[in-house]
């Protein structure tokens, strides 16, 4: 994939990663792009590199523009080694005469290639620098998602740089929103919004407002992942609602099973939300990434989560999910904990307590089933599908 003019004088030079697969428990089932853009203008700038093994595509993307050498100045939105792996190799063949960043930048990138003598160049958010016909604004983001975090923005472009903000990890040879399906696009954007920026959607939401109090205009959002949006309120937009926790009435049936006695249940929970009309998703963590799943909790207000007793606790996935699902710190949801068990029927304690530790308001003690359910046994759990169903409704 060659380099793409997203505006006069301003390039993608990035690159696609088509195999990428899996990015720190991040399910990637469509590859990614790991972005970097060119500015020429009397000072030429590059905003951000990609991974270290994708070096030499870097250099050959900013080759059919100009040469590299004649870049005079890095920006470092972020640190995280998908934008900065290739740095040191940059800086050495460049020789920049500034590498920007935010002071939490400087600290983190010499933690990572502890290089002091780079020519780094601080900027506080708000700053602007000239590059000669064009201006840079940054906006620092700590937070969002690192400390280091900023976006860039061109001021006359009317462009915003905004690093893994606005993100996808969608990997195409297309390079802007409106060439590709929405659908996809939509999904992978709030696949990415759940898995990396939900913890911090108090800061999302706060720095959607803060762009819009200082009244920029924005014609395009060129994140470090995925397309660049051209049509940049529809990911606004679709932020704004994500970072609000705003819902649709959806339950989610999460569980794992060993001889399907907790797959009855959870299909029997699952049949209850549906007779009362409400839309639900059903789960199996043996054969669903936890990041897909998670991705389904954005607009979901009510989760159940059901385990059997495994020595004592619950099976390795359910464990894995609850401590993935903790850490993203889902808002506004009602649960359920359910589960089968043999002799010491553990499981259905600890899913509540771990749901209770993320505040999510259990609507009912929780329901185990000894050995495997009977009729009796999977009406209850249908019934608890439609309390949680209507609970769900009177929350709408
Ligand atoms: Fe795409 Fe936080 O790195």
């Known amino acids: 994939m060659s380099s793409v003019m997203v505006k006069e004088g301003i390039y993608w030079v990035g690159v696609v990663d088509w195999n990428l697969r899996e990015f720190h428990g991040y399910s990637t089932l469509r590859g990614t792009t790991y972005n970097a853009y060119l500015v020429l203008d009397e000072k030429v700038v590059l905003f951000d590199t990609v991974k270290e093994e994708f070096w030499e595509q870097l250099l050959a993307n900013i080759s059919k523009i100009i040469d590299p050498k004649r870049i ?3 920006v470092v939105n972020h640190v995280e ?10 800086v050495e063949l460049v020789k920049p005469e500034k590498v920007i960043c935010s002071e939490k930048g400087k600290e983190a990138l010499i933690k990572h290639f502890h290089r002091e003598d780079w020519p780094f160049h601080v900027v506080k958010s708000g700053e602007e620098l000239s590059l000669g016909k064009r ?4 906006f620092e983001t700590r937070m969002l998602h690192w400390p280091d975090s900023m976006l860039s923005y061109l001021v006359e472009d009317k462009v915003l740089i905004s690093q893994d903000a606005f993100g996808q990890h969608y990997a195409t040879s297309k390079r802007f929103d409106d060439e590709v399906e929405e659908a996809y696009l939509m999904e992978e954007a709030a696949k990415y919004f759940a898995n990396i920026l939900m913890p911090y959607s108090g800061l999302v939401k706060r720095l959607i407002e803060q762009l819009e109090g200082l009244g920029l205009p924005i014609e395009i959002i060129a994140p470090d992942h995925g397309v660049i949006w051209r049509n940049p309120i529809k990911i606004i937009e679709a932020y704004r609602k994500w970072s609000q926790a705003k819902k649709v009435p959806k339950v989610l049936v999460v569980y794992d099973t060993m001889w399907h006695s907790t797959e009855k249940m959870a299909l029997a929970i699952a049949q209850g939300v549906m007779d009362e009309g409400v839309e639900c998703k059903v789960a199996n963590l043996r054969l669903s990434h936890r990041s897909e799943v998670i991705a389904e909790i954005l607009d979901a207000k009510a989760i159940a989560i059901g385990s059997p007793t495994l020595n004592n606790g619950v099976l390795p996935s359910v464990a894995d999910f609850l ?24 499981s259905v304690d600890i899913i509540k307590r771990e749901l209770q530790s993320m505040k999510v308001q259990l609507i009912h003690e929780g329901i185990k089933v000894n050995f495997v359910p009977s009729e009796e046994d999977l009406k209850k759990c249908r019934e608890l599908g439609k309390v949680l169903a209507s609970q769900v409704k009177g929350l709408t």
């Open 72 to 74: 005079d100045w890095i």
């Open 81 to 90: 080694m998908d934008h900065s792996g290739a740095l040191p190799k940059l």
């Open 135 to 138: 201006r840079v604004r940054f």
């Open 323 to 346: 401590s993935y699902m903790k850490g993203l710190r889902p808002n506004d949801l009602i649960g359920l904990a359910f589960g089968s068990y043999g002799w010491s029927g553990e």
